[in-house]
């Protein structure tokens, strides 16, 4: 039977060897917004809202949310429609339930049209529809980043170039209530079946202008608790303030300041997150819960790893990703769990493993705008050490390392 590592290169630092000196030049801290010293502008998400419950249609339902642009640089940024020199916009989901923090809605993403210059964010030096004035703020209603032929693929999108094809390529047909929007199954947001639940939403901006390539993109994305009532169509109401330039594991953190974050910036590329959490429970065990959330990445993540010591019990295993949709050509086949040794080694890692790029640029990874979720329960208590994030698309070293909390 072939490893489920195959076509990955084997990271034998991973599991015992010295590490210091290849983690001190694979992590690096966020870019500096601006960082070419000539004039930009520089996008953030001002606000979440408004919101638009769409329906329930079988057992899952739909969403939209509205966001408010400001453009808090130094130089307009270009608004046209009918190409791609426009922001995109994307709209998560995320769940927090019983320890473990889940992405469980994404829609596809809007296309801007034209900006209007208003002054959430400060004074708006005005410039027109055709670009966001210095200073200046843009609302985009529920109403209009649910707007069905407005949305297009996540698939076609390069968040670190912010580079989308104009028109879309892929534009099947479509109908009824759920296609495009934030879909969500039903059982995730059913109060009987989520007590204690808490819901976050996260929107993103992207534009050729305003993304890592460019230096600017690392506050591109803000979140807002949500809360959700049981109805005929599930009813919505936002909790607290929007929380300006955070992600969606910054919102986890915040529900829950024992949540570990380590930011990984591959070369050349975006940033991709592990938040970790290990929480004691009333048998003496101990539950690790971990999320890998890709911000902005082309090249994507295929695996990950934790490191685990060969005398340890690992029980209530999970894997959580979130599906692609309405006929995106992505492939949403979940991940191979693997309990065992390290090929090549007689280390042991608790590790989860999508298909490779090789085999299939389509196969399942972590890609831009979404979180993948893992857990088990451990007999063991937490130490800060290295887990293994293992890239998808060539172009990165094939693994890399980030703090987190594992066993002993």
């Known amino acids: 039977m072939n490893s489920p590592f195959s076509r990955i290169a084997l990271p034998v630092l991973l599991v015992g060897a010295t590490i210091a000196g290849l983690v001190a030049s694979q992590l690096t801290a966020s870019a500096t917004n601006n960082t070419t010293g000539s004039p930009q502008p520089d996008i953030i998400v001002g606000d979440i809202y408004d919101y638009i419950s769409h329906g329930k249609s079988g057992s899952q339902s739909s969403f939209s949310f509205g966001s408010i642009s400001c453009n808090i640089g130094d130089a307009p940024l270009t608004w046209t429609s009918y190409n791609n020199n426009h922001p995109i916009i994307s709209t998560n989901l995320f769940r927090l339930k019983d320890g473990l923090f889940e992405q469980i809605g994404m829609n596809w993403v809007k296309q801007g049209f034209a900006a209007l210059d208003q002054s959430l964010c400060g004074t708006c030096i005005p ?102 009532s049981n109805g005929s169509s599930f009813g919505v109401s936002f909790v607290g303030a929007t929380q300006r330039a955070e992600y969606c594991v910054d919102a986890w953190k915040s529900a829950d300041p024992g949540v570990s974050i380590s930011e990984l910036q591959l070369p050349n590329d975006g940033s991709v997150f592990v938040a970790s959490k290990a929480t004691q429970l009333p048998n003496g065990n101990w539950h690790y819960a971990y999320s890998v959330y890709n911000r902005d990445s082309e090249i994507a993540v295929r695996a990950f790893a934790v490191p685990v010591a060969g005398n340890v019990s690992l029980n209530y295993k999970t894997f959580k990703d979130i599906d692609y949709h309405s006929d995106d050509v992505l492939n949403n086949t979940d991940w191979f769990e693997y309990d065992g040794l390290y090929p090549g080694t007689q280390r042991r890692v608790m590790a989860w493993v999508g298909g490779s790029y090789q085999d299939s640029p389509l196969n399942n990874a972590v890609r831009w705008g979404s979180a993948y979720s893992y857990s088990f329960v451990a007999n063991s208590a937490p130490r800060t050490g290295k887990v293994g994030v293992f890239s998808f698309k060539p172009g990165a070293p094939p693994y890399s390392f980030v703090n987190a909390q594992i066993p002993q």
Request: negative net charge; glycine residues 8%.
């Open 127 to 228: 410039t027109g529809y055709s670009t966001l004035g210095i200073g200046c703020s843009d609302p985009y209603s529920a109403y209009l980043n649910g707007f069905q032929s407005d949305l297009s693929a996540r698939s076609e999108v390069n968040a670190y170039s912010g580079y989308f094809p104009y028109p879309p390529v892929l534009d099947p047909s479509y109908s009824g209530r759920l296609a495009r929007r934030v879909i969500v199954d039903n059982d995730d947001l059913d109060s009987a079946l989520n007590v204690g639940a808490r819901y976050f939403v996260e929107i993103q901006y992207l534009t050729p202008e305003d993304c890592m390539l460019q230096g600017n993109g690392a506050n591109n994305v803000s979140w807002r608790e949500v809360s959700f």
